[in-house]
């Protein structure tokens, strides 16, 4: 079995394949938070070689988490082409392409311990169980993920976020 993400990179550029969710559970939303950042992120990952969006989304959820959603709702609900690019700290300008997949999961047996805790295979990164009002007035990336808070009928969404073209 190949275990490899699919990702390339050409040049400086690069290409992405991504699952994410928006997982609830009894009404509080998850988010991540990385270091130095200030807004929440979903929590997700790459695909990999041969691998579906939705099987490559549960083991993300697994690896991140440790929570099973394989028998939680998971429904399809964003898929985005995101383009955006970034300057490394050689002052390189990388441009991205990233397809994404976002999913709305609801985790219908309670699973909440802790209102906080840290990634399993991040340990700089803190995962934030958060409720709807607190979820609706942060600043969530990608900003057209907060949509599926209040409606998580499949969309599609093109976004360029590019700044240095």
């Not at 083991?59 to 970034?86: P, Q």
């Not at 397809?99 to 991040?122: A, P, Q, R």
Request: charged fraction near 35%.
């Amino acid at each position: 079995v190949n275990m490899r993400d699919i990702k390339f990179k050409e040049g400086d550029d690069l290409f992405n394949y991504r699952v994410a969710a928006i997982i609830e559970n009894k009404g509080k939303y998850l988010f991540q938070i990385m270091p130095g950042d200030e807004c929440f992120t979903l929590v997700g990952g790459r695909v990999r070689f041969m691998e579906t969006s939705r099987d490559a989304l549960i083991r993300e959820v697994l690896e991140e988490t440790g929570y099973d959603i394989s028998s939680a709702e998971i429904k399809l609900s964003l898929i985005a082409e995101n383009f955006f690019d970034y300057k490394d700290k050689n002052e390189v300008v990388h441009n991205v392409q990233t397809l994404l997949f976002v999913y709305k999961v609801n985790i219908n047996e309670d699973v909440i311990k802790e209102k906080s805790f840290v990634m399993k295979d991040k340990d700089d990164t803190t995962l934030n169980w958060v409720s709807y009002d607190e979820a609706k007035k942060a600043e969530i990336l990608p900003e057209t993920a907060k949509r599926i808070l209040d409606d998580d009928r499949l969309k599609y969404e093109l976004i360029n976020d590019r700044q240095f073209s």
